[in-house]
């Protein structure tokens, strides 16, 4: 592809190994839970069994409901309102302020509330910081545990977000050196030498599917590590050069300039009215609305609609709350439309997946897999070169426990999930349950000495775990697929019925590799003969 | 054949200093990058760059073949971006 002398040629390679070797095995714990929070919505709405009657809170009357949680709330909260939906459908309010934290960041602060939107019936209620608070909401504590070791590795502000930073560069540089040390790309692209040695038909399959995969790689890794960065240290960065270190104009100035402040207390408008005129621009309901400095002369109400007609942009429009008027369309960032806000306009579904539906999310779900693939398949080829040295053993057998035994320990998470949900505080044992099968992992890979045993047994209980979750979810309370299908929601036989064919699929790949009579002693090689 | 020392000069360069580099860059782009109608564009664009230049530069010090044409065009950079940022924080706080 390009033209390089020999030594380049060497070090693009080396440079393409080591980010691999280095960092592969993270890297691929990101890319696998990125691909599984693609999903993250309709995992939330599985495993809460979500009533798909109640799409959503915004297609309720909301007015009555939030003046009735103003008048339970402290005035010094009603700086801002933060309103969206839940995996159950429910309404989460969100009334708040913002502090300084121990790190002289500022934090949002302020009582939360889950009402159901429908009767007006308040759920739950507490009092805290914006993570405090949101980490209550056990119905969604399983798909935001995936989204978390997705964006921080469940590793604390803002070091998680710096480390999957760092991997999204890794990554693009893995790609970009792969992409041109290719001499022959596009012969390349289109050899698969299977009958040749063993080693070359890994090579080919590994070299396929990475340089397909390779232009999602790098929007995948471009837009996560401008997330992490940003999120971590960037926008302090920029505060420093742009606003002298004021962090809170930096964001007031990304937000767009806020109106004229008025603090005369003031009537509030029907929201309702101003919610429907939202939807009927877009033709879609809300899936956040925003309220700033409620109870006031200038009281604003943001509306944010997912992107429809297949267009990549998500919908925003600005109300005057006090006044019950239409302001204007908002851009994503700053008061007027900009070059930045139309290119972040595209960064964020580049990155979700979520333009185009379920059919992009299902592309973006597929094309982590293969990129899951590339990862592991690329750490496999660099070891089986090393096999002879003792040093890289240790490596490949650590291959073996973290890319078998994640998915395993992913399926330990939602064991922890739906047996909290009988005994209650599903955010705590969520992860307890990840951390627990995860242990149980390591044990294993320190104790079982055949390496090719480990790996079958950790696919072997990850299949049967695959196959016990749709079983589980229904015995914790979760609605069978009749009772779902009658309310609208066919997330919930959907994904148990995907869970049902991976499960399906790795009995499928034990048994083509001979596996299970090794694995499971009652079935005898005749046994199986008798079956084919 | 590269020496040791040769090679030792291309790692600090290709690793910390490009690290550093588009740190700088990226800095120096919130200072010099055109604002935009809505005054944001030198504040999000520059951030959005910031792997591509750490990948970009990284690459660069790899393999530009002249080790000392790449640490002439390395320290150029970084010191462009130091002036620039210098001197911006030197016109800030005199008010």
Not at chain 1, 214 to 231: D, H, K, M, R, V
Not at chain 1, 248 to 270: C, S
Not at chain 2, 21 to 37: C, D, E, H, R, Y
């Amino acid at each position: 592809m390009f033209s390089f002398q020999k030594i380049e040629t060497q070090k693009l390679l080396a440079i393409h190994g080591w980010s691999g070797v280095t960092l592969g095995l993270l890297l691929y714990a990101i890319v696998l839970t990125g691909a599984i929070a693609v999903f993250a919505d309709e995992i939330g709405e599985w495993s809460a069994g979500r009533n798909a009657e109640h799409h959503s809170a915004f297609e309720y009357r909301i007015a009555p409901i939030i003046r009735h949680l103003a008048t339970k709330t402290d005035p010094k909260y009603y700086e801002e309102v933060a309103l969206n939906t839940n995996a159950t459908g429910d309404l989460i309010a969100f009334f708040h302020t913002h502090v300084k934290n121990e790190n002289n960041t500022l934090e949002d602060y302020g009582v939360w509330f889950k009402v159901n939107p429908a009767t007006g019936e308040v759920r739950e209620q507490h009092e805290g910081t914006g993570d405090e608070v949101f980490a209550q909401d056990g119905e969604s504590a399983l798909s935001r545990f995936l989204v978390d070791m997705h964006v921080q590795l469940c590793l604390p502000d803002p070091w998680g977000l710096l480390l999957t930073g760092i991997l999204g560069v890794a990554m693009m540089v893995a790609a970009v050196s792969g992409f041109i040390m290719h001499k022959h790309l596009f012969r390349d692209i289109f050899t698969l030498r299977k009958h040749r040695s063993p080693l070359l038909a890994k090579r080919d399959i590994h070299t396929v599917a990475g340089s397909w995969g390779l232009p999602f790689a790098f929007i995948l890794a471009l837009t996560g590590s401008f997330f992490s960065f940003a999120g971590s240290v960037g926008l302090s960065m920029m505060a420093m050069v742009a606003f002298g270190g004021d962090r809170e104009k930096l964001i007031e100035r990304l937000r767009g300039v806020p109106p004229a402040e008025n603090d005369t207390p003031a009537q509030m408008t029907n929201m309702d009215a101003l919610i429907a005129d939202a939807s009927t621009r877009t033709g879609i309901a809300p899936d956040f609305v925003g309220i700033t400095h409620y109870g006031r002369a200038d009281a604003n109400l943001t509306t944010v609609h997912p992107s429809t007609d297949g267009s990549i942009q998500r919908w925003s429009f600005e109300y005057s709350l006090a006044e019950g008027t239409f302001l204007q369309e908002k851009p994503r960032i700053g008061k007027t439309p900009s070059l930045g806000s139309a290119v972040l306009d595209f960064v964020g579904p580049l990155h979700f997946g979520n333009f185009a539906g379920l059919l992009s999310k299902a592309v973006w779900f597929a094309l982590g897999f293969s990129m899951c693939y590339v990862v592991l398949s690329g750490l496999n080829l660099w070891l089986t070169r090393r096999a002879e040295n003792p040093s890289w053993r240790f490596l490949g057998r650590f291959a073996v426990v973290i890319g078998n035994g994640l998915p395993l320990a992913i399926v330990g998470s939602c064991f922890g999930y739906f047996l909290s949900l009988l005994y209650g505080q599903p955010a705590r044992w969520t992860p307890i349950g990840f951390v627990s099968i995860a242990v149980l992992i390591v044990l294993g890979g320190s104790l079982v000495k055949d390496v090719q045993r480990l790996k079958w047994s950790l696919q072997l209980f990850t299949m049967f775990g695959l196959v016990i979750l749709p079983l589980l979810r229904h015995l914790t309370g979760g609605p069978g697929w009749e009772q779902a299908l009658q309310t609208g929601n066919v997330m919930i036989p959907a994904l148990d019925v995907v869970l049902l064919m991976g499960g399906a699929f790795v009995l499928h790949t034990l048994h083509k590799q001979g596996a299970l009579p090794q694995l499971i002693p009652f079935i005898s090689q005749p046994a199986l003969r008798g079956v084919k | 054949m590269a020496s040791r020392k040769q090679k030792i000069v291309r790692w600090i360069f290709a690793g910390p200093v490009s690290f550093v580099n588009a740190i700088l860059i990226m800095m120096g782009m919130a200072v010099w990058f055109p604002k935009g109608t809505a005054e944001v564009d030198n504040i999000v664009l520059p951030l959005l760059l910031f792997p591509l230049l750490v990948v970009s530069i990284f690459l660069y010090a790899v393999l530009d073949r002249k080790l000392s044409r790449m640490v002439g065009v390395m320290l150029a950079l970084l010191a462009l971006h130091a002036v620039i940022l210098a001197r911006h924080f030197a016109v800030i706080g005199g008010g």
